[in-house]
Each structure stands twice: as C-alpha cells, then as structure tokens.
C-alpha cells in the first residue's frame, strides 16, 4: 500500500521539515507498520513525561476504504439501480396510497435514504435460511419496513392486496403491519426493531448468544450466521444503542455487523447540526474496541481527493458541519460551490470542471452501490472485532421537493401529481402519464430480467429475507411430566422461601435427560443473593476465554467457575442485556430450530419497571421462557426500602397479553405451574411466556391438596377451609407469602369473632381476569344464548358470605377480578412507596397483616349488615390497630 505524501509543516518550519524528512525516509524504508510501532514507542516517551498528547479516536473525515483497495463489484449495477428503483417507487407508493385515503402515516423517507444500504446487502450479502444454515440474521430499521414489503412485492412474496392494505392490518384479508412486529407477521418478520434502540442492543445479545450455542454445542449450522443490524444515526442517542458495545468487542463477535444510516438527520432536524455524527460516533466504536468502516464519499470524490495535493478538500470536509450536509443536499450545485469549495479558492479551481448539476449530484458514500459492496466485504471479512460502517446518505433521497434532506422529510406521507412525476422521472419508472397521479404499484413480469435477476440473487443466497420460520419438530422437547417433580408436592418440614424452592427446582430440572442441555439460567449479578450460586460449579458460568485466572475462591465449594461451554448467562449488572439474552434465548426454536428454556431471575423491581419495553418485545418477538422476579413483595423484601419494594410488578405484567403472570405462594404451586408452562411451551409449541413472583420469606410449605392443579394454573383454588359451626361466613384470598396474614387471620377470626374464613390461594388474577372478560364479552355478543360462566364466576358461585383479598402487591393486582366475586371484593394491598423496616412493622403500615386481614372481613361483613358495626370498631381496639394511622398510600 502506498501512502502518499503530504506536508504536515508550513514552508520555513526547520523542526517539522527534519522530522518529516525522517518520518517519510523511515516509511520508506521500513515499512508503514513499523513506522507506526516506532512512532508509538516515542508518543509513550512523550507521554511519560507527563505530556497530554491529543487521543487518536478519530481518523479524517473520509472513506476508511481508499479507492484502490475497492475490490470490483461482482454484480449488474445496472440492473441493481433498475431493481432499486422499482422497489423504491412501490415503497413510497405505498404510504401514498395509504395516506390518500386513510390517515394510517408510514414513512417513506428512511427507506429512500437506505435503499442501497439495503440492495446490496439483498443482492450480494444476506444469506437465506436452508436445511443446515439458520440465514444470517438481520435486523431491519423499523421505518424502512415499506422497502422491505416492496422487494418482497417484486420477489412476487407478497402481492398487490398486501401493498394496499399497508397499515391496515384489520382489512379484509389482512394487510401488512406497520413495522417488523412477529407477533403480527409471524412468518415474515424475525426481529422487532421500531422502539429505537432495542433492535441494536438485541443484535448484539443475539450474536454472542450464537457463539453461546456454539460454545455449548448446540448450534447446528457448519457455517456461523452473520448478525445484520440497521441503525439510525438518531437512533444512536438512545442509550441501549451504544450501551453494550463492549460486549461486542470483549467478547470478539466478528459475527456482528452494524450499519448506521447517518443521513444526519432524525424525526425533527439534524442529528449533530453543529457537528458530526460520523465522527462522534467513530471515536465512540473506536473506543470501544470495534472495527470502524467510514464511509462518507461516493466514487464521484475519489477523482477530487486524488487531486487534492494540499490536503484542503480533506480540511473543507472537516470544516464544514452536518447542518451544512444537510443544506447542500437541498441546495443548489451553485450553492455548494460557493459555500463549500468556495471557502478556499483552490477548492474553486477544483471543481471548475464540473457543472452546477454535477456538483449537486457528487453522491455519498451510502447511496454509491460499489462502495457500500466494498465496506460490507470488508466487513464480512474482517476477523476478531465486530464492525460497524458509518454510511453518509440524504434523507429522502430522491424526494426531491417533496421531502428531500428538509427537516420535515420524516413526516413526508404524500406526494402531489407533480412530485410523482419527477419521482418516476428521476428514477425511471415506466409507469404512463394518465395513470401516475393514483401512484400505481410497478412489478416487472415474471419473466423480465429485472425480476429473473432478483430472483437469481436471492436462490444463490439461499433463500428470502425476511422470513420468520417455526419447525414444529424441531421446536419441541421431551418434557417431564408432573410427577417428576413428586418431591415438590409433599411440601416440607423445614422452612423455606418460594425463591429457594424455585432453585431447587431448577437444579432438579438441570438433570433431566431431555431438557436439562437447553435451560439457560440468566443473573443480572444477583446469584448469591438468590442462592443460585449453588449452581456455579456443576454447570459453569458462560466465558467465551474460559477462566484465565485461578480464583479468588477456587477452594470453596461454589467457586467462581467460568467455563468455555458454561451454561449459565452472567450477565453482571444489566437487566437491559439479560433481557436480551432471555429473547435470544427464548426466540432460538424459531431462529435456530434449537429450542432453549431461559430462565431469568432477577431483582422484581427492575423488571418491567425498568426494561418494560424489552418485556412487550418479547412478547411481540414470540419468546419463550420463564422470567422469575425474586425478591418480590413490598413488604416481603423489608430492609431495602422504596427503590427495591416491589408491590406492582404483576400490575405491569398483566399489560403484557401473552405473558402468563403468577404469584405463588407454595413450592408445589410453583412446580405445578412450571410444569405446565414447559408442557404448553416445549411441548405444545405455544408461543407464550411466564412470570413467576418469587419472594425471600422462609415459611414451611405445605404438601399439595389433590385436585388442586388446575386452580393453581387458573389462578385460584381453595387453600384451606374455615371452621365449622360459626355463624359468618368469608372468604380471603392471599397470594405469596401473605398468604400467612389470611391463615393467621383465618384463626382470628374463628377463635375471636365467630367468623369461619376460608382461606384461597390466587395464584394468578390477571388469568382470572381475561377469562372472565372473555366469558362477558362472549354473553354481550350473544345475548340472547345461554350466558357463559368464567372459571371465577363457576367456582365461587355457591360460596356464602364476603370476599377479601390480601395481597404484597398494589390493590388494583386483586381489584382485577372485583366485578366476577359476588357480593364485590374488598381488598388489602401494597399501594405507596415502600420503606426499609422489618417485616412486621411493614404489614401493619400498609395494612396487610393478620390483625388488618380480620379488620377488614369483619368490616365487609358489616357493610353487607351481617355483624354490627361496632363489633369491628372492637377488633381495632383488641388487636391494636392505630384507626388514625397515616394513608399509607400517599404520606
Ligand atoms: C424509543 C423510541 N422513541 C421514539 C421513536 C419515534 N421515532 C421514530 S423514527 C424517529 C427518528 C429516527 O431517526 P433516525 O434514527 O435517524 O432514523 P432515520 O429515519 O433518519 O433513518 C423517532 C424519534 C421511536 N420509534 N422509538
Ligand atoms: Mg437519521
């Protein structure tokens, strides 16, 4: 490789010419790399006398790649252009058509900026899923979904209908979804990626959990999948974009791609006006370890670099910021003349050649299909780090007036006669005058070499992209049945918690034959405090380098233990990453054909409190898996106060549709519950997942009552019975470890206020809930049929007396089912910021203890006139409760 030579000294400067008289003889002779140690060598030595040299995160605002490396492009380019046009007229179209008549929106000017980001990797890159291979896995910027639905249009994967009904999912015969969402296409989309910065976080979860399959042997693939992943240059200020880039680089996934569609501008203007998107973020990636492709200028600069021998094209490029991009890409040639080249007469003189036109239309890197060939093959090839390519586009490219470059392109949803007009002008489209003001769909014949060309291209490569698909076979697993878990339903004389009893469960789950190689434990660095370290020496904590290190604690028995094949996923403190790693894992029978089952453990309160968006992806996404909130319960966790107490967990995942959200109380309840949630998930192939509350509270668990499995799974059953022979009748239900306030209660109120109490486990009141909602909408629907009773209607149907309910979480958890429980419910919950006491003291606070359980059945007793008023005013004073106490709510 040649390095040319440019002054880095004004005339007369005798230091600087010496030290570049060396500086070149020394390249010349020895050679660029050796120059570099040697110059390295004597920046330390500056260094260490304690000089503060300028840090090197940034390179000059040009192409990483210099012409002369370029390899030749392999494929049509002609053809490529015509085959982009097309796809991005029917894109466009598409939202215009939509728009004219609805006001659905979509976006047409991301998809025109990324267009070529997009072809090239569909013509030449993006490999499709075949028997032995999963497909490389690409995550598609959410607005740029109507490229993706025009290609498959011309791929002759979609037709007409679909492109019609663009946003208009409930159309007759359905229509396509607004953004990649699984959920609602589930064979086409694989990734959801529109909440902005989860689809790059995710890809980079995604990439490692690959080398994770890899590692453990479980991958079946004989070449390893590229992780594709489209990033807007606004979407980069989202902090789950660049929050996990050291793990990329740490972790070496030179299986991960990143391209960043710097078109400088976001939803409201310019991304870095006053600076430079590009640069700031090279100094970011650079930083963090990964390999960095710049690529800014298209082949039409190569010619004006080259004769550049002054260095200031380079230095106009360094000078001028992205606001000022951005108005040369709305300008005039003549504009930019004068305002860019026009800054130095040099710059003039070197642009005399060319016409205003041409100067308007010198191309950015992004949008020259050679250069972009160029940047994902090296890309593609480059080994050790991931990389990420810096792409510089116009935003609306090709919008012309109608959008292009302007601030308000983002929004852009329709295009007038005339601006149609230029668009097919510009692009060619052969679509005829008379029709064009109703922006038609164009697709080639069958048998046009555009669409055989298309066609060709994507057969080599191995198939279509996007495209979700589930192997039935291949997505299911020998599961145990219940009675495997025989030990759990005997209950236990010692104490335990449910978040003991869970991990203990999952070591038994850990040696069973069919499953035990496909569970992945997931720790946001919280083993210890959940006792599952007791998992570290059996089945290793994942480390793509092994343990390089003895230990600090290798001679005790739960040592440290990070293994090439580890099973478990360490996160350390990133309940954002895990989550992705529980999506990964969750998705891998429909990315991988490999079913996994992740279990997720983590602190409760930073669950979908703090990554709910991550919580509905996985639901959209399809994932399956168990999410296990420990430490629930607001005043179950007593000592850690108002950021750790969590009380609404289960209020969130009741917003989640697909997530089966429980609340055990007893070990064999769990079991029960996660018996069948492997059997409906790894069994029966439902894409659904579980939440499970789990607390720390030690308490002996009782065996299991017969008959009582499908209350647990419904969501309630009766516990235990109240006493005979007494003269009121109520009913509490408790859930988790409060449900020893409603037994204790229960006593109480036998022993002292001749009140027989029997005591319900609501192990989940969201399933209660869309049962019951379900059964009522039915009955509305059809109204005169015989009305259908829900699960709770039928079973308490026949029960005298009130209702109460107690619960560690916020009252709106039990309220859920109020409407469906004869006579109402009265109910007790968490509601209020939490504080750090004990126990005790926290149940009295907020009112959920044995002695406010009684208070409040005899008070719904009294309100339905069966016991006196005063014979509640009496439990007060007998058990102490303080009727002037605070709200706990709002104090
Ligand atoms: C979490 C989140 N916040 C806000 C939005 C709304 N939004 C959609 S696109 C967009 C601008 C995107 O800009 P950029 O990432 O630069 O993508 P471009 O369209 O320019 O390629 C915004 C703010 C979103 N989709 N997700
Ligand atoms: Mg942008």
């Known amino acids: 490789m040649s390095i040319e030579k440019k002054e880095i000294h004004g005339s007369g400067d005798k230091w600087a010419e010496s030290l570049q008289s060396v500086f070149d003889l020394t390249l010349e002779n020895q050679g660029p790399e050796r120059t570099a140690q040697l110059l390295k060598k004597l920046a330390d030595r500056l260094r260490a006398s304690q000089t503060e040299l300028p840090r090197g995160f940034n390179t000059p605002y040009v192409n990483t790649i210099p012409p002369e490396q370029q390899p030749p492009f392999p494929g049509d380019w002609q053809m490529e252009r015509r085959i982009k046009s097309y796809i991005r007229w029917n894109a466009m179209a598409m939202v215009v058509k939509a728009n004219s008549t609805t006001n659905v929106g979509g976006h047409i000017s991301t998809y025109a900026s990324a267009a070529t980001l997009y072809e090239v990797g569909f013509n030449h890159f993006f490999r499709g899923r075949t028997e032995n291979f999963p497909g490389d896995l690409v995550y598609f910027q959410g607005h740029a979904a109507p490229g993706m639905y025009a290609r498959a249009f011309l791929e002759g994967r979609l037709d007409e209908r679909h492109l019609q009904n663009f946003r208009q999912e409930l159309a007759e015969g359905g229509g396509l979804s607004s953004y990649p969402h699984p959920y609602l296409m ?39 999948p590229k992780v594709w992943c489209f990033v807007g240059d606004g979407e980069s200020d989202e902090p789950e974009t660049l929050g996990s880039l050291t793990l990329a680089s740490r972790e070496n996934l030179d299986n991960l791609i990143w391209v960043v569609n710097c078109n400088l501008q976001r939803l409201d203007g310019p991304v870095r006006g006053n600076g430079k998107i590009i640069q700031e973020l090279e100094a970011a990636f650079l930083g963090a370890g990964w390999n960095v492709i710049k690529l800014i200028w298209g082949s039409d600069w190569d010619d004006l670099l080259a004769r550049d021998k002054s260095g200031l094209l380079v230095k106009r490029m360094e000078e001028a910021v992205d606001g000022d991009y951005q108005k040369y890409s709305v300008e005039p040639g003549s504009y930019t003349r004068r305002h860019f080249f026009g800054k130095y007469p040099e710059l003039l003189e070197l642009v005399n050649h060319l016409t205003d036109d041409q100067i308007r239309k010198l191309l950015r890197g992004g949008h020259d299909t050679r250069k972009v060939h160029a940047a994902y093959k090296a890309a593609l090839e480059h080994k050790g780090r991931p990389t990420v390519i810096l792409a510089k586009t116009v935003k609306g490219y090709g919008l012309g007036e109608a959008g292009e470059g302007r601030n308000i392109t983002h929004q852009q949803k329709k295009l007038n006669e005339k601006e149609l007009r230029e668009f097919r002008a510009r692009f060619n489209i052969p679509i005829s005058d008379d029709i064009i003001a109703e922006a038609p769909f164009y697709r080639p014949s069958a048998d046009s070499p555009e669409t055989k060309y298309l066609l060709e291209r994507r057969k080599t490569l191995g198939g279509f992209l996007p495209s979700r698909k589930v192997n039935p076979a291949a997505s299911k697993l020998d599961v145990p049945k219940p009675d495997y878990f025989a030990e759990f339903f005997k209950g236990s004389n010692t104490e335990a918690s449910t978040t003991m009893a869970f991990v203990r469960l999952i070591s038994v789950l850990l040696r069973h034959k069919g499953l035990s190689r496909h569970i992945v434990p997931i720790i946001p660095d919280e083993a210890r405090t959940f006792g599952l370290d007791a998992l570290f020496k059996d089945i290793g904590i994942y480390s793509s380098k092994g343990q390089l290190y003895e230990p600090v604690d ?47 453990i983590y602190y409760s309160m930073f669950g979908p409190q703090r990554v709910g968006d991550l919580f509905w992806l996985a639901g959209d996404i399809r994932a399956k898996g168990f999410l296990l909130g420990a430490t629930s319960g607001r005043t179950t966790l007593n000592g850690e106060g108002l950021q750790h107490q969590d009380g609404h967990s289960l209020l969130h995942a009741s917003t989640m549709p697909t997530l089966l959200a429980y609340d055990p109380a007893f070990a064999y309840e769990i079991a029960v519950i996660i018996a069948d949630g492997l059997r409906r998930m790894y069994a029966e192939g439902e894409e659904i997942f579980y939440y499970l509350s789990l607390y720390n509270e030690n308490y002996t668990m009782p065996p299991m009552s017969a008959g009582v499995e499908d209350g647990i799974l419904k969501g309630l059953y009766k516990f235990r019975s109240g006493a005979e022979g007494k003269k009121n009748k109520a009913h509490i239900f408790g859930s988790g470890p409060i449900i020893n306030s409603a037994l204790k209660a229960q006593e109480i109120l036998a022993e002292r206020y001749g009140v027989s109490a029997d005591v319900w486990s609501a192990t989940s009141y969201k399933l209660l809930r869309t049962d019951a909602l379900r059964c009522k909408r039915w009955n509305m629907l059809h109204p005169t049929a015989a009305p259908k009773k829900s699960y709770v209607e039928t079973l308490l149907a026949k029960e005298q007396g009130t209702f109460v309910a107690v619960s560690d979480y916020m009252r709106l958890v039990p309220d859920q089912i109020a409407p469906w429980v004869p006579g109402g ?38 309100e339905k006139g069966l016991v006196e008023r005063q014979l509640v005013e009496k439990a007060i004073k007998d058990l102490g409760v303080n009727p002037e106490k605070v709200f706990p709510q709002i104090v």
């Open 186 to 224: 589930p064979e086409f989309w694989q990734f959801p990626t529109v909440s902005m910065g989860l689809g790059p976080l995710l890809s980079i979860y995604q990439a490692r959990f690959n080398r994770y399959l890899q590692a453990r042997g479980l991958a079946k693939w004989t070449e390893e």
């Open 825 to 862: 419910l009265m109910t007790l919950g968490t509601d209020g910021f939490g504080r750090s006491d004990t126990r005790a003291r926290l149940r009295r606070f907020f009112e959920v203890d044995a002695e406010s359980t009684v208070i409040a059945t005899l008070f719904a007793l009294a």
């Open 554 to 600: 290798s001679q005790s028995l739960l040592y440290y233990n990070e293994k090439k094949d580890g099973q478990i996923l360490e996160e350390g403190i990133t309940e954002a990453g895990s989550m992705s790693s529980f999506i990964a894992a969750g998705t891998s029978y429909a990315t991988h054909d490999v079913p996994m089952i992740p279990f997720y």
